[in-house]
């Protein structure tokens, strides 16, 4: 780990961190104070959601929630964030290399006296720390707004406590997969179309999976794996996507490694 | 000792040629000049000595150890300058140079700022404003301020304008006096000339000689002139001799072998004038290309 990349890297990256952390701030707040009308209405509305057809409840996650209940609001609102928190990741996880190559910063940095790896390290350390401000955001919001509108509801602090650590390797996945895609192509241009595929797509995944049923497609994305409805509906994870969520996780940081220490850094063409 | 010991290198990009069996050595305090026309895989070599790429197959050492296995270590004391500049756009001058300081275990500063007066560059503008000329200079004081043994050059010149290109081949001369081994590559042959003492060339990646800069200019071809009646018959055919032209009673050649021969076919003509020359690095490059 070499303490000036490290550095220079949260530095390019505070600005992005910030404008994620206001929005996600934002996002959790307002739609959280909207709680006690909704609660006070919720008879209302779960015989609306009742009227509303089961393949677009599935596509919200809506099919197990209660509306009514502070986790079951929350859980809603917690989709957001995940999409949001998927984006993020992955653009940090496909720019982490890739946008050094693509503006040419690459040569610079790599003929410093550091090896590949004390590189690869101190940038995911970077990547890992900027995430981790942004978890603080959202963790510190979560509970200022959950403690502000629970309109006097009870709720299980330790489930909510489960799906905001869930975060954590739920970022994870989308930041080591993204590194190591973008190791596995020649040059990325722009971040931003990937980052939004594989966050998308990841999340199109998860909402289909529940309208088409018994497809498995959606064992292998991260909405899934850490299913807000799901894990409060049995107040824990379920055990084995979790370990298949980190077995990807942990076989995109190996292979991103093994790919960064043999790639060829091609000069302008 | 060697600074630099290649040895049969050879990089395919799939199956487009970077470069192929190059071997070559450079001893310390040399200034090696690497020439060649763009695409020659003069770029490649350098990126492969700097452990950017990966060769293929042959291997590459540099202060005795392996390219591909002592990179960061080796990278300690080099310095270099490629052919195009990117930086963080986003950055100062004096950021970008701090930065770049900070890698090393030495203190640059004082040599940062001497450079940087040197080379008449403003420490606080951003890198986006900067000119391209600009930016090389940022190139230059980046790639010597943390004093290396030894330079990569990657035709450091271009974008400079003439009086910084003297700055800069001054400050280049300084270096290799003080014991500094320089590794120039260039397609501007004048360049090569009046800084290197020894050459290799390079032509689709591979090479096609490596010569002292003053053998290739002596004992190689002599750039003949001679204006006299009747040349037709007496120049027909000289062994040694090339790209022969005649003009208004005058024939043009360039001449390798014993100088005599063309002396005695001389013998009892009566010359009105004869130069005999050493070709410029230019002529004996383009020979090479033909």
Same mark, same amino acid.
């Given at each position: 780990m070499n303490a000036n990349i490290y550095r220079h890297e949260l530095h390019i990256r505070w600005k992005s961190v910030f404008t994620w952390s206001v929005a996600l701030v934002f996002l959790i707040v307002f739609f959280f104070s909207v709680f006690p009308a909704f609660a006070k209405d919720a008879d209302l509305l779960n015989q609306m959601m009742a009227k509303f057809p089961p393949e677009m409840k599935a596509a919200f996650g809506?099919?197990? @929630?209660? @509306?009514?209940t502070v986790l079951g609001f929350y859980s809603l609102i917690f989709l957001f964030v995940q999409l949001c928190l998927a984006i993020q990741a992955g653009n940090y996880g496909f720019g982490l290399v890739s946008v050094e190559e693509a503006e040419l910063t690459a040569d610079f940095l790599l003929t410093r006296p550091v090896s590949r790896w004390e590189i690869l390290t101190s940038k995911l350390l970077a990547v890992l720390t900027s995430l981790l401000v942004t978890d603080l955001v959202v963790w510190g919001s979560t509970f200022i707004s959950v403690l502000l509108f629970n309109d006097g509801r009870a709720y299980e602090t330790t489930t909510l406590i489960l799906l905001l650590i869930s975060i954590l390797p739920f970022q994870l996945f989308f930041l080591c997969v993204g590194l190591v895609v973008s190791l596995l192509v020649r040059r990325i241009r722009s971040v931003t179309p990937y980052s939004l595929g594989l966050g998308f797509g990841a999340y199109v995944l998860s909402a289909f999976s529940g309208v088409f049923g018994e497809a498995k497609l959606e064992l292998i994305t991260p909405f899934k794996h850490f299913d807000a409805a799901a894990i409060v509906q049995n107040q824990a994870f379920d055990t084995p996507l979790l370990l298949l969520n980190v077995a990807v996780t942990l076989i995109s940081v190996v292979a991103s490694y093994w790919l960064y220490k043999r790639r060829d850094i091609h000069a302008v063409s | 000792m060697s600074i630099i010991e290649v040895n049969q290198l050879t990089k395919y990009y799939g199956k487009s040629?970077?470069?192929?069996?190059v071997s070559f050595t450079e001893e310390e305090g040399e200034i090696f000049g690497f020439i060649g026309p763009n695409g020659a895989g003069k770029s490649t070599t350098i990126r492969l000595l700097l452990s950017l790429i990966h060769p293929t197959s042959g291997s590459a050492k540099i202060f005795g150890k392996d390219v591909t296995t002592h990179g960061p270590e080796i990278r300690r004391d080099i310095g270099y300058l490629p052919s195009e500049v990117f930086y963080y756009e986003g950055m100062r001058v004096i950021d970008l140079l701090k930065y770049s300081a900070s890698f090393f275990e030495k203190d640059c500063t004082q040599r940062m700022h001497d450079l940087s007066e040197l080379m008449e #560059?403003? #420490?606080? =503008? =951003?890198i986006s404003d900067l000119s391209y000329g600009n930016k090389k200079k940022v190139g230059i004081v980046q790639g010597l301020l943390h004093s290396p043994k030894l330079l990569f050059l990657d035709e450091p010149t271009s974008g400079l304008d003439p009086l910084m290109q003297r700055k800069f081949f001054d400050l280049i001369r300084e270096e290799n006096r003080r014991g500094v081994t320089v590794f120039f590559s260039s397609h501007i042959l004048s360049e090569v000339q009046r800084l290197c003492t020894r050459v290799a060339i390079i032509r689709e990646g591979r090479i096609v000689e490596i010569s002292n800069i003053r053998t290739l200019q002596q004992n190689n071809y002599k750039k003949i002139s001679i204006t006299a009646e009747g040349l037709g018959e007496l120049f027909q055919q000289i062994p040694g001799a090339s790209n022969m032209q005649f003009e208004n009673g005058t024939v043009n050649f360039f001449f390798k072998g014993d100088i005599n021969t063309v002396l005695q076919r001389l013998n009892g003509v009566r010359v009105s004038d004869v130069t005999i020359e050493e070709p410029t690095l230019e002529e004996i490059f383009m020979h090479y290309y033909e």
């Open positions: 809506l099919d197990n @929630m209660d @509306m009514a | 040629r970077g470069i192929v069996d #560059l403003e #420490l606080n =503008r =951003r």
